[in-house]
């Protein structure tokens, strides 16, 4: 449950050109936050949407999940608290404008209206619950570290089949694509952990 909003910066830069191309391109885009934790990433998505003129937000819905409840409560309270070790204000630095997406109570930051209403989470088990809908982006960050490798197949398999045609996988920037796999991935920016599914 490490998280926080915008986390590795430059990976959000990438993403902004994605969203800008897929709402260019379709009606809806969906996106998938796959463990969302405590919401801060599905919130991001959702933020980063309404902060580009050139993306769509209408076009976009974000979906968060996790395996745990406790974690689903809190990014559905869309609450959340600088502490010594998290400046809830700098992670938000990468919008032009914060105040448009959260309002502040002292060191209490509230998520409004006009992101939540398109993010929506739900509880599901990447391994034992199988694939979702197909979405357009999957982003499945800091995750397969954890993951042993007996239960990496099953959690690939999941994300594969969860992905439209030409759906985009974000990965943490210390994963990568199993060698198995790579053939069915082309980068959109290898160092960011970006792929494009072929």
Known sequence: NVTEFFRNPEMWDVLRGVLREKTKEKRRVRVWSAPSADGREAYSIAMLACDDREIDESRVNVLGSDISEEALDNARAGE?????TTDIAAELEPLSDPDRYVEQDGDTF??????RRLVDFETHDLIRDGARDPFDVVLCR????YIDV???????DTLEA???????LVLG???SVPPDR???YEPIDKRR??????
Do not use: C, P, W
Not at 110 to 115: H, Y
């Open 150 to 156: 007996d239960h990496k197949g099953a959690l690939f």
């Open 80 to 84: 959340y608290h600088t502490t010594r």
């Open 162 to 168: 969860s992905l439209a045609d030409d759906g985009v």
């Open 193 to 198: 952990r970006v792929f494009r599914r072929v």
């Open 173 to 175: 920037m210390t994963e």
């Open 142 to 145: 800091n995750l397969l570290i």
């Open 110 to 115: 509230r998520v409004r209206s006009a992101v």
């Open 182 to 184: 790579s053939d069915r």
